[in-house]
């Protein structure tokens, strides 16, 4: 790398030396702009890395996934949608066990290597299982399962290097941890604009099967970074002291943990997400269904969740140029109620009150899921930033796996309730008489959070969270030695001259 990238820069210097000359050059150029000035502060690999991770593999690739696993589920596997939402929740288990994963790139180096390792061990991973789906006519539900599972693991695995890459750096450059949750967000909802976009597409004419032969690609990729990424290989490494090393860091994360400025706010992380139960496999079996529902087709599924991410995109940009320097406990006030409000619009299309108002299924639809997905992305946009402010110096990546953990255990209680709902409620493949009932209290239950907003710091999201005792303890920042972990270059730098 050139001599030019250890010359510090700071955010004010690089947003004067990118000054816009006029306003349409301003509206034209200012995400240009707002790249170059993360590429030059943090290091343009780590923007690439993080476009790579939550752009590809789980923007698209988990487009693709979701699309494709749907129909599999509801046409090759031919089971319930209360069935459907459980086997949703036990997918998604990897995304739970994140700190087991940050522990293990921090204090288990492969051959001297950190990072490079898990990198390949996730790809080859991801291609197995996808290869394993697609080549295999009819499997068996446990097959299945397994497969899924380890697909999921593949992208948590690669998902926990970045987020350490995040955390850290929000804690170096504070006055930029949103910026890094925005691109973050902005690489998430742009990556899902074009999965979902073509998902319907391609679930048409290659089947679910062949949606999951097209996902070893985003594994390939995760595998290839594994195989560019440069690091310093490190042969002095004492593996007994492994062993230490992971009670240094339980004992360092119960520390943090204890902490009132930081426990209370993961509670409310944690409820606020499982007192929104999920229905969404109920509500995908309903559109789909040619009596009951509308009967979209899957070019038209794709096509909404499309517009779905759009709102999410949306929501990202309003946050990133509006809402960002707004309280959490403000902001989380009103996404609240009015992630309550959205939920309504399900009800309504259920109880078919759109045809009666003359408003057609499809145009509904799409209003209802591009405001539902925007203010989901607004309520989780605060919560990433208060959860990097969480961390403490040491083992940044490790508490943030953490605390995305109790957010996907969150979604995980959400995901087998709502399918306990459905199986209570009697909603099959053909019967969806109560669904309107689901929705209901699914919408009611939204409002709960309410309660325990106070758990929650009304604390300005430019500023420190951490108390002093947490930060100055010197327990928790000896416990994993800090060392560079941004992803340098994968080619070489084409304008050092």
Request: proline content about 5%.
């Amino acid at each position: 790398m050139g001599e030019e990238e250890t010359i510090p820069i700071h955010k004010q210097q690089v947003q004067e030396n990118y000054q816009p000359k006029n306003g349409i050059y301003n509206a034209v150029c200012k995400p240009v702009h707002w790249f170059k000035m993360l590429a030059l502060e943090l290091h343009w690999s780590f923007v690439f890395g993080v476009v790579i991770t939550y752009g590809i593999s789980q923007g698209l690739g988990g487009a693709l996934s979701r699309v494709g696993t749907q129909y599999y589920m509801k046409d090759v596997q031919k089971v319930q949608p209360s069935e459907a939402q459980v086997y949703s929740g036990i997918t998604s288990i990897p995304w739970i066990v994140k700190p087991l994963w940050g522990l293990l790139t921090d204090v288990v180096p492969i051959l001297g290597y950190r990072r490079r390792p898990y990198f390949l061990f996730a790809g080859c991973l991801g291609v197995i299982s996808m290869l394993f789906l697609s080549l295999h006519e009819k499997l068996h539900i446990i097959l299945t399962l397994m497969s899924l599972t380890a697909a999921s693991a593949s992208v948590a695995i690669a998902d926990v290097t970045v987020d350490a890459c995040v955390a850290q750096n929000s804690n170096i450059h504070p006055s930029l941890a949103v910026d890094m949750q925005s691109l973050c967000a902005l690489s998430a909802s742009v990556g899902s604009l074009v999965g979902f976009s073509l998902s319907g597409i391609f679930v048409h004419l290659i089947g679910p099967q062949g949606v999951f032969g097209l996902l070893v690609i985003p594994a390939g990729l995760v595998m290839f970074v594994g195989v560019l990424l440069k690091e310093n290989r490190s042969s002095s490494f004492a593996y007994q002291q492994i062993n230490q090393n992971f009670l240094d860091a339980g004992k360092a994360m119960w520390k943090t943990l204890k902490c009132s400025d930081v426990w209370r706010p993961c509670l409310y992380m944690y409820l606020s997400f499982s007192m929104s139960l999920s229905i969404s496999e109920g509500m995908f079996y309903w559109v789909t269904d040619s009596k009951a529902g509308p009967s979209f087709s899957q070019e038209i599924i794709g096509y909404i969740m499309a517009i779905g991410s759009v709102g999410s995109l949306l929501g990202a940009i309003l946050y990133q140029y509006g809402l960002k320097d707004y309280p959490f406990r403000d902001l989380l006030l009103w996404t609240q109620i009015l992630l309550c409000l959205s939920g309504m619009l399900d009800l309504l299309l259920v109880l078919r009150v759109n045809l009666k108002l003359g408003i057609p299924d499809f145009f509904f639809v799409v209003i209802d899921a591009s405001v539902s997905s925007m203010i989901g992305r607004l309520k989780w946009m605060p919560l990433l930033v208060l959860s990097s402010k969480l961390c403490p110096p040491g083992i940044e990546g490790t508490f943030f796996a953490l605390l995305m953990s109790i957010d996907n255990a969150g979604v995980l209680t959400s995901s087998w309730f709502g399918g306990l709902l459905l199986h209570i409620l009697k909603v099959t493949r053909t019967q969806f008489d109560n669904l309107w009932i689901a929705i209901l209290i699914r919408n009611i239950l939204r409002i709960s959070p309410l309660c325990i907003l106070f758990l929650v710091p009304r604390t300005d999201p430019n500023s420190s969270v951490l108390p002093s005792e947490v930060l100055d303890s010197k327990e928790v920042t000896e416990t994993l030695a800090p060392e560079n972990i941004e992803l340098v270059s994968l080619v070489n730098n084409v304008d050092s001259r």
